[in-house]
């Protein structure tokens, strides 16, 4: 095991008990984090930089009536702690009340989710340099430039509170990500993997192969007008647009009448039908490519809960405040998601074989958004856009920008394969929610101008 | 406060300079503490070695309406070091500031760097840099934020909310404070010590309209509201509370203004706009280890490579174009003694006169350009998040210099047939070299016959780096020039921020194209 990859159960009790022990206040709630945050980078077929971060912080939030106020500290011996919860009495004092400040949760009940792994603990900086030349000279003997990075995370969350609730989730979580380069600059190719578990990530040779294979395709590219394109998302850029679907599922801003989800007149669209019928997006904690906290800041269990089942509206995030104000079940959307289709779940190279003319798309970046009303984003495709004909990709063709909704794109479906765990964050780190898609296939996808970027 | 005397004022506080600066005290046992991680580094084998010691105190203050949602205080401390050994970097940092940790942390670092050898082919070069025995800085703040009261901070935002909501139509209001004091200690053994005491701060507020029969809605943000390395007395001169009406106005406007022809706009882009244009389309292309490829797999490369072919041969736009790289406006976010290579920034120009002249370098950059350029040392643009994080090349203030005429915005407007004027930043999308790029903005308004003939909404404009710059035929002088920044500008992997500041005149760019975003929400 590493050195240190978080704070045990036992010791992050103990911390947090200091902690209670020292409160004059009408309730507080501790909340503690603790992590061994390991990375290697490395570009032109070389390690670049690296670093190991060893970190544990508190969270005091402590309350006097309806008045709340939050101090954090890595600060951890007993000068350090007391100064954090007098702070945060301190404030809460001053605070003006909140209306909508809930009482703290009594003990709950967590399921315990086994999403800590020794194998990835235990990838320090000889492993991760192993990684790194292992990709490297995959790109190296192709003649390209690999960039990329290995990170992972070993840590602990616990949160307590002066009601008697405690919960801890120790968790990892490692992903590698890999650019390459053709050295003149006209190819590049992408692949990425993240899991908690090292093992059931993919090996560094053959993520490095994949992006080799990309970057000496898109070499050749050559240009294609931008409009409306049957698509094939590949795993990776389907996880990019549907997060932004996922993180658009609250019930507040829906019920408040500003966003997607808000029924015009008021209220919002639950039990309406919003995406094709093939497609369930869920959240569960079990889930085992999904290994997500079993509960909420606040300690909230968070459980299995179907976001949209079906193509309807299932449920939306409820937050306690909002769900007792509405008289529902309060509703946490923690962790990860996945969207899973009915039916068959054909892989990649299936889904390419049934499309007469299309592109495929390897990922998107720089995504933002654009109108709030309609879930409109905008970004630009990167490291891989090849065009199908007849079943078979036939060539690389240049980069484009799209203005899209995924909720467009959800109703255009044409079809969805086999859900896998992604690297679906931008930037390709550790941080991000944890997400399991399919690749899709989307019909009139819309892309609005070319990008000459490589 | 209408939008003239805002300018003013903020150029007034961008201006300040004469301030007393208190300087910030060396604490004796850190300095004993840095100096032993030089040595045990050095003893393990570093060829060289930095360490930084970083206490970072940081504060929100959130609000919605007439209450509170967030009151959060917080504290980190902690030191990471840098070593070179065998030509290779290693980076290792942890939060327990004793002796014993200080010795494994320092050889952890050296361990790292010796096991990255296996990967490496180019071994690290250090440009040099002059000694720096006892260096002090700190931020040229009025007033520490951090000794106002909560009560005081809290009032301000919930007038600011009260105001927005006496507008009819204004449904919704969110505001926030942010503050954060960087108290940095940097000892390397190229003989450099610093300390430095760095502040920034960041008022917010978001009015939202809302037309629930038409399922409309807008927001309007302070997007003339600048985040700043200043203290409390920024916070006083952005007046939330006497601009959130306008603000609010603006937002209602929104729902009803004109959906936006597509077409091609003469556009003139306002200071607190364009800052955010600046940043994309010119800072981070020009960033070096972009050019050379070490931000491949997440931030990107630059259409400006290779840098033989770069270097006074690239025309990014006019003649009168001139953009300059600095860490010394008063005020700006990116404001400091050194950098966290230990180098004291330089002011220098990136683009001359409409030509690429150079990139924003750190210590171990340089020797890619010096047979380029012939120049040995950095440009001090090294920078780290935090002490939990390896320090790498991060830009400076980057600014576009004001015109020769001292023209201004109403100016640049008189002389435009047909054209959008665009205040305030919005959506904002490029891709990972740096040409297609599409952006937003807060408020729009229809230019005819060199006037404004109404609001206009659902507006972005797409254009490709060169052929935007080049298309710029008008500028601002002197007393045009503003600064905005953005606080958190994601780069490395992994992720770190880094907060920044861009300088620039309204300017004027012809013929660009202009699409709607509305996707037909208004024709419903």
Sequence with gaps: MAEFSGLTRAAARELCERVLALSKSEGCQVNVNSSANGNTRYARNEVTTTGDTDNATVMVSSRFGKRAASVGTNLLDDAGLARAVETSERLAK???ENPELMPLLPAQVYTDVPAFSEATANLDAVRRADAVRSASSESNRAGLMAAGLVHRVAGAQAVANSAGLFGYHASTTIVHTVT??????????????AHNDWGRATPATQLATRAVRKAHGTRASTPLDPGKYTVVLEPTAAGNLVSLLAFALNARQADEGRSFFSKRGGGNKIGEKVVDERVTILSDPQDPDLLTAPFTGEGQPVGRTLWIENGVLKSLAYDRFWAEKQGVKPTPFAGGYRLQGSGAAPSLEELIKGVERGLLVTRFWYIRGVDQRTLLYTGITRDGVFLIERGEVSRAVNNFRFNESPIAMLNNLVAVGRPERVSSSESGDVGGPAVVVPPLVVKDFSFTSVSEAV | MDRRDFVQTAAGVVALSSLKLKLPQADPSIKDLCMRALATAKSAGASYADIRVARTRSQAVNTREQQITNLSDGETYGFGIRVLAQGAWGFAASRDLTPAEIDRVARLAVTQAKANRRALRRPVQLAPTPP???????????????????EEKVALLLRANAEALKVSGARFVTSSLAFVRDQKTYASTDDIFTVQDVYRCFPQMNITA?????????????????????????????????????????????????????????LILEPHHLFLTIHESIAHPTELDRALGFEANYAGTSFLAPPENVLNKVRYGPEFMNIQGDRSQPGSLSACGWDDDGVAPETYLIIKNGIVVDYQTTRDQVAWLTPITGRKTSHGTCY???????????????????????LKVDDLIAATDNGIYIVGRGSYSIDQQRYNFQFGGQVFYEVKGGKITGMLKDVAYQSRTPDFWNAMDMIGGKSSYLMNGTFTDGKGQPGQVNAVSHGTPPARFKGINVINTGQGMNRG
């Excluded at chain 2, 037309?211 to 809605?217: A, P, Q, V």
């Excluded at chain 2, 603000?247 to 706009?265: D, N």
């Excluded at chain 2, 002490?387 to 790498?392: C, E, G, K, L, R």
Aim: proline share 9%; no cysteine.
């Design chain 2, 210 to 266: 809302v037309d629930t029969s038409r399922g409309l809605f807008e927001n309007r943000i302070s997007a003339e509201v600048a985040p700043m390395g200043l203290g409390w007395e920024w916070v006083l001169k952005s007046d939330l509370p006497g601009n959130a009406p306008r603000w609010a106005e603006e937002a209602v406007q929104k729902l009803t203004a004109k959906s936006v022809e597509p077409g091609k706009y003469d």
């Design chain 2, 132 to 150: 720096v025995k006892d260096g002090r800085w700190r931020s040229p703040i009025e007033t520490d934020p951090f000794e106002i009261s909560i």
């Design chain 1, 180 to 193: 390459v380069r053709s050295p003149d600059g006209k190819g590049s190719g992408w692949a990425g993997t």
């Design chain 1, 94 to 96: 001053l605070a003006p």
């Design chain 2, 384 to 406: 780290a998040e935090s002490w939990a994080d390896v320090q790498f090349q991060r830009m400076p203030n980057v600014s576009l210099l004001p015109g020769e005429r001292d």
